[in-house]
């Protein structure tokens, strides 16, 4: 295994008749030796694309490939030492399962007997044993798709790329091989990189997750930094689910506390929000912003002895999903949804207190969608800075 380095990667499609399409723009991502990254966006914004190119399936217009200390772009597929698990499955049609997942190992000069093993161990992991006698249009769409993540999981590559690896399979036996492909690229040091629209398999999987939108890559960081430190208003609509809620508002001095006052959709105040001590150094008083509230961090009713801001609202939804309930409260003429963990018996039409804990609240400027505060982490420096005595800026 190797690390990657991706370091300005741009592709740029040209098609005759039609305008270039830059899929993938000045890319740069250092993966580890050994770490797994997840690759997420919104459909089309150049997740295929640019595994493409580090498998050497589509040409670099501009930038390196690196493995380790070896540029690999200007290599052919072959030379690459890549091994990549292809979305639409490109398997052989006339060679068994198990040939089809033998075939690099066997090219390679591996001995048969080595090779059968580790065909049966790899076999054995992805539940397939049973199909290995069979051809590839014998086979459903999920047994094909794990044939393929077979037949790249079974190579000794220096790098492993997986494109919606799991896609086709039902939610039980996914969740299942999640943990144990996890488990398999831990022990053996495997340097991955996979593609998915299943945001639990990413937070699952992944050491880090690459964030993009329209070919540019917007954040790389571990699951919790981006639910926590979003770094830009795309990532923080992005990651989580269910997504947070995005208001409009503008901070303002309310008798020597910083707050922002949130507005309805017609401009209206529709409620307030003081700031956690120490916001004022992050946003100047005036400022208009995006306001987001993860839902999973709102308080709803009791707060349990805990001191936040609360505002009241009317309860328009309540859902209990069986583990967690969605409720959805409107204050001042703004939609809010709140996820708790418990069943909480919040009757539609009644009135409720909505506690708006700090690490709930994000600002972003509203001109460049760049984050401006996170309230977990203002209200953790106050607290920090309480604790040794410190001044707070309020
Ligand atoms: N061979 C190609 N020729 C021309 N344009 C292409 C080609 N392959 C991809 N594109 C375009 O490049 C952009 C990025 O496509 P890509 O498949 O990399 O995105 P994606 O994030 O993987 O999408 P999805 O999640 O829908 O699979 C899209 O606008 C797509 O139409």
Redesign the pocket.
Known sequence: MASLTLDRVT?V?Q?KDLPP?R??KDFSLSVKDGEIIGLV??????????L?MIAGL?SVTEGTIRVGDRPIHHLKAAERNVAMAF?GYALYPPLRVSDNIAFSLLRGRMPKEKASERVRMIADLLEISDILPLYPPNLSGGQQQRVSLARALVRDADVFLL??PMSQLEPHLRAKLRARIKDYLIEHKMTSVF?T?DQTEAMALADRIAV?SE?VLQQLGSPVELKERPTNLFVASFIGEPTMNLLKGQTADDGGTLQVVVEDEQGRRAFAIPLPPGARGRVPNGKRVHVGLRPHKLIVGETNGRSVPRVYGTVVSNQWLGDQTYVGIEIGGCLVLAVADQHVKATVDTQVALGLAPEALHLFDVESEIALLHGGDVAAESQTALLHGGDVAS
Do not use: P, W
Request: a negative charge.
């Open positions: 592709k499609y098609q399409t899929a993938v966006g919104s459909s089309g914004c150049g997740k295929t694309s640019t493409r589509e979305e494109d919606e593609v629209h993009m070919g």
